[in-house]
Each structure stands twice: as C-alpha cells, then as structure tokens.
T-cell receptor, first 113, second 112 residues
Framework: DAGVTQSPTHLIKTRGQHVTLRCSPI?????VSWYQQVLGQGPQFIFQ???????GRGNFPDRFSARQFPNYSSELNVNALLLGDSALYLC????????????FGPGTRLTVT | GENVEQHPSTLSVQEGDSAVIKCTYS??????FPWYKQELGKRPQLIID?????GEKKDQRIAVTLNKTAKHFSLHITETQPEDSAVYFC???????????FGKGTHLIIQP
C-alpha cells in the first residue's frame, strides 16, 4: 500500500468550481478505485476502473467522473462543487477488478467553501 | 444494494484483553470481506481479509471468522496493545460488483 500515491494532499475550492484529483497505483496493479470518506464515516465507493474501462460506479451524481490512463494512473473530476463534497478522497489500487485486495493511498483532503 | 452494519461503534478494552468487532451484510452473493485499520489522519490499512469459501483466517494476534448462513463476520484481536488503538472498518464486495461497501467503523480504545 505504500506504493499508492495521490496528489494533491490538500485542496481548497469554492462552491461551483471544478477539481481534478490524481492517483498512481502500485506498480503492476491495473485497477484503481475511488472512494469518498466524510469525517466519522466509512469510505463510500465512487468508481472502479480496470484496463482503462469503468467497471463499477457507486451512487454519486454525474458531476463526478473519472478516467484511467494507459499507464494505469487515474483522475477523478468533480464539477460544480458543493459544500457537501468536502471530504477525504481516497484512491485504492488492486491487481485487477473483482475480489482482489485493495490498497489505499494517503488521500486528498478537499475543502469546499 | 449491499448494506454492511458494524458494531459496536466504540469499544474500550484493557491492554492485554481481547477485542471483538462484529459486522453483518445483506447481500448473500457477497464473497469477499476485508478489514481495514485507520489511524487518525492516515489511510485505511488492510489488515486481514476472508473469502466466502473459508470460515476462519488467522494472522498472529488477528483473526476473522465468517458465517455465511447468518451473513455475519467478525474481527478478533487478542493480547491487545496500545498500538491497536484506531478505527476499524469492515467491508464487503457485493456479488457482481467491484466496489467495497464499508461499515461505519469501530473506534477501538486500548486502556493502559
């Protein structure tokens, strides 16, 4: 899990703005999942990508989108930010999609004002 | 969709005693059940997992048990130490899906 990297570490945005978060998986892993963790709660699943294709989507609005690049890194985009989008955004790396171990990155702390 | 319930929300035990955290799930097709430990301000760390074809798994002081019939699984920590203090999350992958569904977490406090 030490190999999963995310950037930036912290981010402050204003309501209505757009944000892009980035994730690099562990070397050799081909799947990336995104989760949102609100303070005091467990992470909530947003997306999973495997081999550059979306494999799963959680119950999040269309303002949330993601993609995976040929080197298996990934971006999470959020449009028209709301105050309620303030959270820790976690990226998890796994060898493939399905029931494989998922290892989390350090997260990006997003604050929307 | 899958729903994972976790109890208790807070657990305080004396150092050296055992701790047990319990989770139930709703989707009978769920087949993978990991446990994560999250210290304050840090990432969730995978500590142990179990698959639906296994009833129990142990790794040193940590064990996980799974009862598929009752749809519940539990984390057991023996000989607790101060460094075990953290929030623990159980999770499940529903059948046919790829994202983890997490419980709300258990704050484990080890009293010296």
């Amino acid at each position: 899990d030490a190999g999963v990297t995310q950037s930036p570490t912290h981010l402050i945005k204003t309501r209505g703005q757009h944000v892009t978060l980035r994730c690099s998986p562990i070397s050799g892993h081909k799947s990336v999942s995104w989760y949102q963790q609100v303070l005091g709660q467990g992470p909530q699943f947003i997306f999973q990508y495997y081999e550059k294709e979306e494999r799963g989507r959680g119950n999040f609005p269309d303002r949330f989108s993601a993609r995976q690049f040929p080197n298996y890194s990934s971006e999470l985009n959020v449009n028209a930010l709301l105050l309620g989008d303030s959270a820790l955004y976690l990226c998890a790396s796994s060898f493939a999609a399905g029931t494989y171990e998922q290892y989390f990155g350090p997260g990006t702390r997003l604050t929307v004002t | 969709g899958e729903n994972v319930e976790q109890h208790p929300s807070t657990l305080s035990v004396q150092e050296g005693d055992s701790a047990v955290i319990k989770c139930t799930y709703s989707d009978s097709a769920s087949n993978y059940f990991p446990w994560y430990k999250q210290e304050l301000g840090k990432r969730p760390q995978l500590i142990i997992d179990i698959r639906s074809n296994v009833g129990e798994k142990k790794d040193q002081r940590i064990a996980v048990t799974l009862n598929k019939t009752a749809k519940h699984f539990s984390l057991h920590i023996t000989e607790t130490q101060p460094e075990d203090s953290a929030v623990y999350f159980c999770a499940a992958i529903p059948g046919g899906a790829d994202g983890l569904t997490f419980g709300k977490g258990t704050h484990l406090i080890i009293q010296p």
